[in-house]
């Protein structure tokens, strides 16, 4: 099964989460922020440990919360964009409905006018949604009572307990407009070493001195680089996880996330300069194009072979993730002792 259909599904996901909605004539947060019944108020953005709508939102609703639950009853006449770790819609959201969590739930009194879309663990259909629904989870509920008049896309383990879909079901496999092509190895190994490439020119274009400090530092302390680069890489990754369960929750994490994989690459990249500059050490050679390109090649070749290449792989991202890591605390310890910034240096 071909897993593009997924990519395009979570890009236009993440595209609509990221589309900047009006601005919101209030903004709310607390332990928790409830919208009574009987009461209306304009659209606003909510952060809270519960958000709750029993009432009216007269416009598009933002909610960040540990749970976010439109209620029985409860109405927003713009969209709503929810991110929580339990997102709940049990009333009225005349508009498009986006949900990003742990669970989220469109219960059996809930009515969806225009279009829904999931990202979640688990993500329930039980009411009524008029356009389409696309979901990417774990698992997928259709209810038994769920009524989607548009079309069904999803990726995860449908359960269908007997909802009504007027429109067209279809999972990933189903979503490919043209059959998949199977890209040659050669041809992605050609793709990531002009990626690499074209960073470690930009890398050291732009940080000559720290690429060749980085480098250097790898070729002294090894051990040191490595271990730090393994600190960094623990500790980047549970403040995506930590990052994923706060109150702002999605699109921080994804930011985090972004943050890791970027150094990351620029560790794996500086981490390969640093083999080839150490090895043209033998020939008294300390020229960076060289020493770049070497670099690629030789780590190019011996990631390949077995049983090493994997650790061998590893042990140079790790190396190279530490220089980006003691580079950057270096930084900040500049800047705490010249709290005027870089213009008091």
Known sequence: MSRSPLALLLLALVVLATVPAPVAADSRTGPSVVVESGETVDGFT???GVVVVRGTVEGDLEAYGGRVHIAEGGRVTGRLRASGGTVVVDGTVEGTALAYGGSVRVGETARVERSFGAVAGAVSIEGTVLGDATVVAGTVTLGADADVRGDLNYDGQLSDEGGTVRGDVRGVGDLALVPSVP???????????????ALGALLLLVFPRFSWAAANTVAVEPLRTTAAGLAGLVGGLLVVAVTALTLVGVPLALAAAAVLFVCCWAGAVLGRF????????????DDKWPSLLVGLLVVGVLVRLPVVGDAF?????LAGLGTVVLGLRSAYEVLREHPGGLTSL
């Open 46 to 48: 909510a952060t809270g």
């Open 313 to 317: 792989r590893a042990a140079v991202l």
């Open 274 to 285: 640093a083999v080839g500059s150490w090895l043209l050490s033998f020939v008294d050679r």
């Open 183 to 197: 890209i040659p190895g050669p041809l992605v190994s050609a793709y990531w070493f002009a990626a690499n490439a």
